[in-house]
């Protein structure tokens, strides 16, 4: 094995068996190898990216919201750098949006910090559709708890959509002139609203600095204030002798047909040679695309149809969060390009289950801020996006100068994250012609909206509209169902207690290989109606810390 780059971790040998292989140095591989390591255990991971340089975000330059459409923009097939894999998308609905990194997408992503509320582990038994999760809100709140502290998450306690828990570890941000707004909006109409929880501290925390409100967010935070998981947790893993190596694409997960197990990851490097890093246990920590695609790779005579997939359930049920949101343009100046970007305010009103709506499940809304000059002009309204009401004209010569100048400081965004449900024909496939530069063939989509998503952010963009208007809006715009808005990649190796309908048993691990574990977001049975970072780090910290309680008990390679 060689040493990871910019001199983080140690060497070691190629040949070298370590306790724990993890592949993707995301939040979930993140949480993992920090708290092995801190418990003794050696541990390798592979990360197909890079350590982000924090002196490449382009958040404190001039030029921020031009790159932001190109060089930073979420979309890999978009953005196309050298470390990114394609993905076919030709027939999927929505654009899954990712970044290949220590840290993963916690690089670009803004720092929402929802976790799934109780309801979003009873579905089958409250709505009578998708699954229940193996275990509960209650099971998983001690581990919430942890990684918020962890985190350094910033907030108001007491929020009444939440049963009650211990403080957030820093004070919320503030809402600002644009979440005032909203919350305007929502008090004249008897609405839900709370200050917004986010994973970007209001005081120093663990290696972060307290938020300067620069609404920069999603291309890299040039203050170090957003909470991504190269700053919070891997210091600590690599104290504790964790070991990274970077620009590593996982191949092959290697299986043991006689014994049963697997032995270790075959990786291909920057320079296109073949390295196999064998491990006792291994941990896989992709997302809801990349995690299926690897097991779909490593085939074997047990498994001719990938790895752990005798049930056939391994990259079927992806679920993508379609999004919809509505614009407000008010009289007043509402310093629309102030942070932080996640969420000012949010709102539970319409997130519970009412059948008279005509769709089952619900949605949490955010308030954002409209963003700079051309944040204002191109996020919701405009025409790159689907079903945007903005007119081609409005973007040439004098008609989009007067465009800016009505939005620009004048505005806020209510974006919607609504519930997806579980849709056995929304799925991961390998490409049979397409290949990342590895040549490893790549990951191909099939996602379609369903009629239930549909009708339940039409209904939602609705009520925003009505939010907006209380308000006193001037002007609103909608859209419905952007594209580019596939943040959460999910469900595609759910747990469950049946091994013929579930890949994982409720510790993420596989329930025909004893010793192969999924600790992202693609063991989730359902994907609730928020962002899932919260939930998908605390998972990881549950199904770790049983690892690590039972290492007597677990069969290893």
């Known amino acids: 094995m060689v040493a990871s780059a910019g001199g983080k971790g140690k060497r070691s040998r190629r040949d070298e068996e370590v306790d724990v292989v993890i592949v993707g140095a995301g939040p979930s591989g993140s949480v993992a190898a920090k708290h092995l390591s801190a418990a003794g255990f050696s541990v390798v991971t592979l990360e197909q990216g890079h350590w982000p340089d924090p002196d490449e975000f382009p958040g404190k330059r001039p030029e921020f919201e031009l790159v932001s459409q190109k060089q930073w923009h979420p979309n890999p097939n978009y ?30 992503y803004a720092g929402h910090w929802t976790p799934f509320l109780p309801s979003d582990f009873r579905v089958k038994t409250l709505d009578g559709v998708a699954d229940d999760w193996p275990f509960t809100y209650e099971d998983l709140l001690p581990y919430l708890e942890e990684v918020e502290r962890e985190v350094g998450v910033s907030g108001l306690p007491g929020n009444p959509a939440y049963p009650p828990q211990k403080a957030f570890p820093t004070p919320p941000l503030p809402i600002g002139k644009c979440g005032m707004k909203a919350a305007e909006g929502m008090d004249k109409l008897g609405w839900h609203w709370w200050p917004g929880t986010n994973a970007i501290p209001s005081v120093p925390w663990n290696g972060l600095n307290p938020c300067v409100r620069r609404g920069t967010c999603m291309t890299g935070c040039p203050e170090g204030a957003k909470s991504t998981a190269n700053i919070t947790y891997w210091p600590h893993a690599l104290k504790s002798g964790a070991k990274i190596v970077t620009g590593a694409r996982a191949r092959e997960i290697e299986y043991d047909d006689t014994r049963g197990v697997v032995t270790g990851v075959v990786y291909v490097d920057e320079h296109g040679r073949e390295h196999r890093q064998r491990g006792k246990v291994v941990i896989v920590c992709g997302n809801g695309i990349g995690t ?31 999004f919809s949101a509505a614009l407000g343009i008010y009289e007043d100046p509402l310093d629309g390009w102030r942070g932080p970007f996640g969420q000012l305010i949010e709102s539970f009103e319409f997130y519970e289950t009412d059948e008279k709506r005509g769709f089952v499940r619900g949605a949490k809304w955010g308030a954002m801020p409209g963003g700079g000059p051309l944040g204002v002009t191109s996020f919701v309204g405009s025409k790159i996006f689907s079903g945007g009401d903005a007119k081609v004209e409005d973007s040439w010569g004098k008609n989009l100068h007067d465009l800016v100048e009505r939005r620009f400081n004048h505005c806020m965004v209510w974006g919607i994250i609504g519930e997806d449900l579980p849709e056995e024909s929304n799925r991961v496939e390998l490409d049979s012609e397409l290949t990342d530069t590895s ?3 790549a990951p191909k989509l099939i996602y379609k909206v369903s009629e239930n998503s549909h009708n339940m952010l039409k209904f939602h963009v609705d009520r925003c509209v009505e939010a907006c208007e209380a308000a006193g809006s001037i002007e609103t715009h909608v859209v419905h169902q952007v594209p580019d808005t596939g943040w959460h990649l999910l469900g595609t190796c759910r747990m469950g207690d049946d091994p013929k309908t579930s890949a994982l048993n409720q510790w993420g691990q596989a329930h025909e290989v004893p010793n192969l574990y999924i600790l992202d977001a693609s063991a989730f049975p359902t994907c609730g109606g928020v962002n899932p970072t919260a939930t998908i780090m605390s998972v990881a910290l549950r199904q770790t810390k049983h690892l690590i309680a039972a290492r007597r008990n677990q069969k290893a390679a």
């Open 79 to 108: 953005r196309d750098r050298e470390r990114d894999y394609p993905i076919n998308t030709d027939e999927s609905h929505i654009n899954p949006l990712m970044f290949a990194a220590v840290g993963g997408s916690t690089t670009l």
């Open 292 to 322: 299926p695609r690897l097991l779909l790779l490593s085939k074997s005579k047990t498994f001719p149809n990938g790895l752990a997939n005798s049930s056939g359930i391994v990259g079927k049920r992806l679920m993508m969060h379609p």
């Open 439 to 441: 040549g490893i063939p």
